[in-house]
Every structure is written in structure tokens, then in C-alpha cells.
């Protein structure tokens, strides 16, 4: 069946160090891509998308691109704040309506 | 503002003591969801609605219930918790035709 596989956690940076986050995926056909992200005490809430091959979804300075050839939607920012310290949870869908399938999350700390 | 409301967001309770925890959200979307989340396993998907008295299974509906009498309410019944179904629960929504799901704030179980 489909699934997403992201790397474990916790991952601990300095303020202003690089992230990844890695994340692969497995499905039938040509899912769309997610990453969402939990603040402590809160839901889960949509940061970016990919919908197609070679896309590049960005927000908020994160930036991810769905490579089909590796069935990869790695998190990258280039400078990451205090303020990012939270739960990323990699996820696609295989249409719009249809199932999200979540990976099981990986927790960022930045310490100041 | 859009929004999905749980209540409550904390309960204490004992084994076997019926309990139902609500979801509401004021965006009109067709697309209702429970999940749960557990360390180490990441979300897990316990029932869903495509629109009103439209519920299905999710991946582990065991031991909950759930009724969509109104679009806009959603409510999971514990008819007889037990202490493995101490978690965190989400509801979450999506309109038709969209990739995002909406999260609320979580309701943490404990089932003693």
C-alpha cells in the first residue's frame, strides 16, 4: 500500500543552522506531497505542497521539491529560528478528496 | 474565523465510563476526520465523513463510534474506554475538491 517513511527524531540544531528533514515515499500512480506542522500544544496545519514531479513547494522560508526518481519530499531551510521547534509530518494523497497518509513525524529542537 | 473546535481539550477519566468528544467547524466543509496520536506511531485515522450520515472506518476504529447528523459537528463516543485509547485525538476537516485538512486543537485522553 502507500506510505511515507520520514526520518526519526528528535533532531536538535543551532539557531541559523541548515535543516533537513528527509522524507521518501511508496504509491501506486503519482500522489500529491505534503508537509504539515505541529507547534507544541496545536493541531496540524498544511506548511507546503508539491502536486506534480520537479514542483517546488515554499512557505515560511521551508522549501521542499518532489523528485519522482527518488520518490523523495525532503525539508530543507536554509536558516532555521527557535521559533521552528515543532513536529513535521511528511504526508501525500493520491487525489483531492481522497486519504492523506501521514508519516509518523519528526520533532525539531533549535536551541538558541 | 475558520476554525474546528474540540472539547473538551483535556479529560481525565475511568474505565468503562462513556464519553463523547465534540468537533465542530463553521467552514462548511463536506469532509470530516478523527485521528489519534500516539508516540512512535505517528497519526493514525479512526473514522471519517465524506458529508452528512456518510461515516466509514479509518485504520483503527475499534472501541469508538461516531454520527454526522449536521455538517458541521462531528462527535467521537467512547462507549466503553479503556486505558489503550489513552491518546491525543484530532478532528480535522477539508473542503470538497481540496488538498488541505484542517486540525484542531486536540483533545488529550486519559483513561485510567
Known amino acids: 500500500g502507500n506510505s511515507v517513511t520520514q526520518m526519526e527524531g528528535p533532531v536538535t540544531l543551532s539557531e541559523e543552522a541548515f535543516l533537513t528533514i528527509n522524507c521518501t515515499y511508496t504509491?501506486?500512480?503519482?500522489?500529491?506531497l505534503f508537509w504539515y506542522v505541529q507547534y507544541p500544544g496545536e493541531g496540524l496545519q498544511l506548511l507546503l505542497k508539491a502536486t506534480k514531479a520537479d514542483d517546488k513547494g515554499s512557505n515560511k522560508g521551508f522549501e521542499a521539491t518532489y523528485r519522482k526518481e527518488t520518490t523523495s519530499f525532503h525539508l530543507e531551510k536554509g536558516s532555521v529560528q527557535v521559533s521552528d521547534s515543532a513536529v513535521y509530518f511528511c504526508?501525500?494523497?493520491?487525489?483531492?478528496?481522497?486519504?492523506?497518509?501521514f508519516g509518523k513525524g519528526t520533532r525539531l529542537h533549535i536551541l538558541p | 474565523e475558520a476554525q474546528v473546535t474540540q472539547n473538551p481539550r483535556y479529560l481525565i477519566t475511568v474505565t468503562g465510563k462513556k464519553l463523547t468528544v465534540t468537533c465542530s467547524q463553521n467552514?462548511?466543509?463536506?469532509?470530516m476526520s478523527w485521528y489519534r496520536q500516539d508516540p512512535g506511531l505517528g497519526l493514525r485515522q479512526i473514522y471519517y465523513s465524506m458529508n452528512v450520515e456518510v461515516t466509514d472506518k479509518g485504520d483503527v476504529p475499534e472501541g469508538y463510534k461516531v454520527s454526522r447528523k449536521e455538517k458541521r459537528n462531528f462527535p467521537l463516543i467512547l462507549e466503553s474506554p479503556s486505558p489503550n485509547q489513552t491518546s491525543l485525538y484530532f478532528c480535522?476537516?477539508?473542503?470538497?475538491?481540496?488538498?488541505?485538512?484542517?486540525f484542531g486543537p486536540g483533545t488529550r485522553l486519559t483513561v485510567t
Open positions: 504509491a501506486t500512480g503519482y500522489p500529491s
Open positions: 504526508a501525500l494523497s493520491m487525489n483531492r478528496d481522497d486519504k492523506i497518509i
Open positions: 467552514m462548511n466543509h463536506e469532509y
Open positions: 480535522a476537516t477539508q473542503t470538497q475538491g481540496s488538498y488541505e485538512q484542517y
